[in-house]
């Protein structure tokens, strides 16, 4: 892919990965193939100051967890009342890295 | 999220989950008035899992229509609770990953629209059933 074009969706969704991912995700997408722009396009990447938000306010009933796509956590932190509390706590510092993550693994495929 | 980090989280949340059941099994479930959940402290009202304890408790004591009555989804909690401890041991022990692609089909099978829709709404019934029964 043409470095200009690869730059410009990093710079618009830099935020969407983890700091020390984009330079692997850069490198990748300079050797992919140019079929993969529109895939790229198509990937749902959650927004991270979402899910904090989310995880603020529903924390407590896993919702966070369901939308960035861990369903499976999401059913234990609902089923727990948010894991007595405790983990509703942990996760309001994991989940925008959890996002990040979900996102990285999203487009790894098209990687 | 590897097995290990999936079988590790299990073990932990297994534990805890024990743990917690063990103390609230020893007292008196009913009279003591100390609460962990959060969302019932902040906002007054039940959250959806509220009574999953006591529910889980009465299904110890053999009072399966309590335990319903209660909260149907401790039932559930149960059925995980009593299953995948051995299902967890089975894998660690003989290096296999059938929990792990278990969880994963799971996952798959909840993302469903299908699915996912009558889940949800069964869950906000019963917790609308739970604010009525003001548990």
Redesign the interface.
Known sequence: MDSQKVDMYLMTNAKYFQGQHLNYIREKLLAADDSKWGMLQTADLKDPTTSILVSVFAG??GIDRFII?????G??K????????IW?LIDLFLIMDATKAKNMEKIQMFL | MTRNRLYLFLFLALLAGYGYLFYMFNVNIHEHSYNVCLFKNVTGIACPSCGVTRSVVSLLHGHLKEAVLLNPLGLITAVIMAVVPFWLFYDVVLKKDSLYKTYQKTETLLKKKQVAIPLITLVLINWIWNIYKGL
């Open positions: 407590s009933l796509g861990d369903t499976g956590l059913v234990g609902l089923v727990t009342c948010g894991g007595f509390g509703y």
